[in-house]
């Protein structure tokens, strides 16, 4: 009974750890693998609920993009200028840097801190799941000061 039990808990630690990562990837896949892309400096002019605007600065010439449009809580304040990449085939802007890359990966990080108890609890490896709970909190933490 053990072995199943052990085989439950473990598969739904890899669910929530899965669920994360696929999550992040939307996002980071864009501040990762940003080769190719177009680059450029968003000037935050205004903000609504769920996303900002603003004017776009392309890095090189031959942008058609004149305005595009960031999640809200990578957008400091009204007047900010962000560096970010374009996702393609949108007007959506995901920010580049640090910020923007610990931002992209905060699902992982939850996951990684919800998985820390059942690791330690139904697995019984506490080193395990002292070590996921740190990397989980260390993503959140960083992109709260990063940003």
């Excluded at 501040?31 to 090189?60: A, Q």
Aim: glycine share 14%.
């Amino acid at each position: 009974m053990t072995h199943v039990r052990n085989a439950a808990v473990a598969l739904v630690v890899l669910l929530l750890l899965l669920g994360g990562a696929w999550s992040s990837w939307e996002t980071a896949q864009h501040v990762l693998l940003s080769k190719g892309r177009e680059h450029g400096t968003l000037t935050v002019t205004g903000c609504n609920e769920e996303t900002c605007s603003g004017r776009y600065t392309p890095d090189s010439a031959g942008s058609s993009h004149h305005t595009l449009t960031i999640g809200h809580s990578v957008a400091a304040e009204k007047g900010e200028t962000l560096p970010v990449v374009v996702k393609p085939g949108t007007e959506e802007a995901v920010r580049t840097g640090w910020g923007g890359g610990l931002h992209a990966w905060l699902p992982l990080g939850g996951a990684l801190l919800l998985a820390a108890p059942l690791v330690g609890g139904g697995l019984r490896l506490v080193r395990t799941a002292w070590g996921f709970a740190a990397a989980g909190a260390a993503v959140l933490l960083g992109a709260f000061f990063a940003l």
